[in-house]
């Protein structure tokens, strides 16, 4: 009797195990279908890489207006460190003696005589404004990176090698032109024409002009007199054999 009674509990333990497994697999089976459910409702996330590269931000090069486009040309030039690292690629405003050689070579040929602008000029005229740009970018920064107590960078032992090397360079320029030095600055690195600065230094005179645009006559300022360009024109040419001798040596042309 006792023997069978133990029989009838093991069958009933067994019964409930059965009945507890099946139970399980029914939850299992609905978790299962909730799940595959909230994945159809919301996308798959994403991995923390492909989350991280979403979110950065994509750096667009923005191409000049067309306004300043239609006054000088630009060109898509590599963007340096002091150091000399590259950061990107922008858009750099041609400097204006490079179109200025361009027209000096066309009349030189159609005149049959050696251009006043050559390849030695252009190249000292370069190699100018490269060093005085990179001279000039420190010499920024310098003045509003200042430390507590007066102190700042801007000391030479502070500067990188790459600005007191543009530094000299800038001196070794300047180091011939004598009374030319504004002349040549405003030329070649303020992108200044002969009539702007003619009408800086003499004066200038307002002249009715028509534009076509609007249609009718607006005035605009011109020098006071004709030669006063052609007199900043011949400082500047003097100032550029000034600048390609100092240079000679330094610069290569090819």
Same mark, same amino acid.
């Given at each position: 009797m006792d023997m069978m009674q133990q029989f009838d509990r093991c069958a009933d333990a067994v019964e409930r195990l059965a009945r507890l497994a099946e139970r399980a697999e029914r939850e299992a089976d609905r978790v299962a279908q909730?799940?595959?459910?909230? /994945?159809?409702? #919301?996308?798959a996330r994403k991995s923390k890489a492909g989350r991280k590269a979403r979110a950065a931000p994509r750096v667009e090069i923005v191409a000049p207006t067309p306004e300043a486009a239609a006054q000088a040309p630009y060109v898509l030039q590599p963007v340096h460190?002091?150091?000399?690292?590259?950061?990107?690629?922008?858009? #750099? /405003?041609? *400097?204006? =003696? %490079?179109?200025?050689?361009? #027209? %000096?070579a066309g009349e030189a040929e159609r005149a049959g005589r050696v251009p006043l602008i050559g390849g030695d000029e252009l190249a000292a005229l370069r190699f100018y404004r490269n060093a005085f740009e990179m001279a000039e970018r420190s010499a920024m920064k310098s003045s509003l990176d200042i430390l507590p107590g007066g102190a700042g960078p801007g000391q030479a032992r502070d500067l990188p090698p790459a600005v007191l090397t543009a530094?000299?360079?800038?001196?070794?320029? %300047?180091?011939?032109?004598? %009374?030319? $030095?504004?002349t040549m600055r405003a030329v070649a690195i303020e992108d200044r024409t002969?009539?702007?600065? &003619?009408?800086?230094? =003499?004066?200038?005179?307002n002249q009715d002009w028509y534009d076509g645009a609007r249609g009718a006559f607006v005035?605009? *300022?011109?020098? /006071?007199?004709? $030669?006063?360009?052609?007199?900043?024109? &011949?400082? =500047?040419?003097?100032?550029l054999q000034a600048l390609a001798e100092?240079? #000679?040596?330094?610069?290569r042309t090819g």
């Amino acid at each position: 009797m006792d023997m069978m009674q133990q029989f009838d509990r093991c069958a009933d333990a067994v019964e409930r195990l059965a009945r507890l497994a099946e139970r399980a697999e029914r939850e299992a089976d609905r978790v299962a279908q909730l799940i595959a459910a909230d /994945r159809v409702a #919301r996308p798959a996330r994403k991995s923390k890489a492909g989350r991280k590269a979403r979110a950065a931000p994509r750096v667009e090069i923005v191409a000049p207006t067309p306004e300043a486009a239609a006054q000088a040309p630009y060109v898509l030039q590599p963007v340096h460190t002091e150091q000399g690292q590259l950061l990107g690629r922008a858009w #750099r /405003r041609q *400097p204006w =003696f %490079e179109s200025l050689a361009k #027209r %000096e070579a066309g009349e030189a040929e159609r005149a049959g005589r050696v251009p006043l602008i050559g390849g030695d000029e252009l190249a000292a005229l370069r190699f100018y404004r490269n060093a005085f740009e990179m001279a000039e970018r420190s010499a920024m920064k310098s003045s509003l990176d200042i430390l507590p107590g007066g102190a700042g960078p801007g000391q030479a032992r502070d500067l990188p090698p790459a600005v007191l090397t543009a530094r000299a360079d800038v001196a070794l320029c %300047e180091s011939l032109m004598g %009374e030319w $030095r504004p002349t040549m600055r405003a030329v070649a690195i303020e992108d200044r024409t002969y009539a702007a600065v &003619a009408m800086a230094r =003499f004066g200038s005179r307002n002249q009715d002009w028509y534009d076509g645009a609007r249609g009718a006559f607006v005035a605009k *300022p011109v020098p /006071r007199s004709n $030669r006063h360009p052609q007199i900043i024109r &011949a400082e =500047f040419l003097a100032g550029l054999q000034a600048l390609a001798e100092a240079v #000679r040596g330094r610069v290569r042309t090819g």
